[in-house]
């Protein structure tokens, strides 16, 4: 027996129509969308049809309103944090664990320098240095610390920046915006971790001068073992916590509620991962 899809709202429909109406118009980001009349007459919406359509797009982030003698509705592009947001409202309730987010950056950070491999100028590589400089010395307090892990994570960023493939780049780069908001991650680095620091930063240094020379299939194998380590290090100061939480409630006692809170992220705050 065929199944058919739930019958879409009226203002769904006219919202992918104003999609379609930007795209065949070659409106782009900054353009003004024509007046309401306008878009009632091309569409054949009302006028509160079409108001509620262009309210959706503004919260999926596709146009902006402006208000006075020169307001209207205009094109936005959707930006990497915007994209991130709704992402991060999908996994809300099934936020994903280290664990998971480390085997899809194991897969996907070696591609993603190989492809931009001879795609780095003397400019980009005085960022990725400028950015390692805040972590290559052991830390003077644990705020500062923390402020090394979340550069670490800025140094990955950077490699994302220069992906010449958009789905690629959108597709690492969630999981290293997941590791900033990982609740897990702002227990660990509530302590001391100096192995961390000092292995990635090695690793780094590694990868930068793979890069360099224009070597593709280096500079892929050193992401590959900088993410199988961390990934490690990681596993096993979460398994730490683990432990300490559990002997906390005692060794039958189920796990706390601020255990479980662990296992999750909060989408909004900005936390150092790894």
């Known amino acids: 027996m065929s199944t058919s899809s739930p019958r879409r ?3 769904e429909v006219i919202a992918e129509a104003l999609k379609d109406y930007i795209a065949e118009q070659g409106l782009i980001p900054g353009d003004r969308l024509p007046q309401e ?4 007459d091309a569409l054949g919406a009302s006028k509160g049809t079409i108001r509620e359509a262009l309210r959706a ?23 990497a944090d915007r994209s991130m947001e709704l992402l991060g409202n ?9 664990h998971d987010i480390y085997e899809v950056r194991k897969q996907l950070e070696p591609a ?16 990725l240095e400028a950015v390692m400089a805040y972590y290559d010395h052991p830390p003077a307090t644990l705020d500062e610390e923390r402020t090394q892990r979340h550069k670490e ?29 990982h609740t897990v991650c702002q227990r660990i680095y509530q302590h001391p971790y100096p192995e961390l620091r000092q292995r990635g930063h090695g690793y780094q240094q590694q990868l930068i001068a793979a890069l360099r020379d224009g070597d593709a299939e280096r500079a892929s194998r050193v992401m590959a073992d900088h993410m199988r380590d961390a990934q490690s290090l990681m596993e096993a100061r979460e398994a730490m916590l683990e432990k300490t939480f559990f002997k906390a409630g005692g060794a039958a006692s189920p796990p706390s509620r601020e255990y479980l809170a662990l296992q999750g992220h909060w989408p909004g705050k900005s936390t150092p991962g790894t």
């Open 9 to 11: 709202k009226r203002t």
């Open 37 to 40: 009349q306008h878009l009632i």
């Open 57 to 79: 797009l503004e919260s999926q982030g596709l146009i902006q309103t402006r208000t006075g003698p020169k307001g209207g509705a205009f094109i936005a592009e959707v930006s």
């Open 90 to 98: 999908y996994f809300f309730f099934r936020p994903p664990t280290i």
């Open 112 to 127: 993603l320098v190989a492809s931009i491999t001879g795609l780095l100028d003397a400019e980009a590589f005085a960022g």
């Open 153 to 181: 994570l800025e140094f990955h960023l950077l490699l994302v920046e220069h992906c010449p493939n958009p789905l690629l780049a959108l597709m690492c780069r969630y999981p290293i915006r997941l590791l900033m908001n």
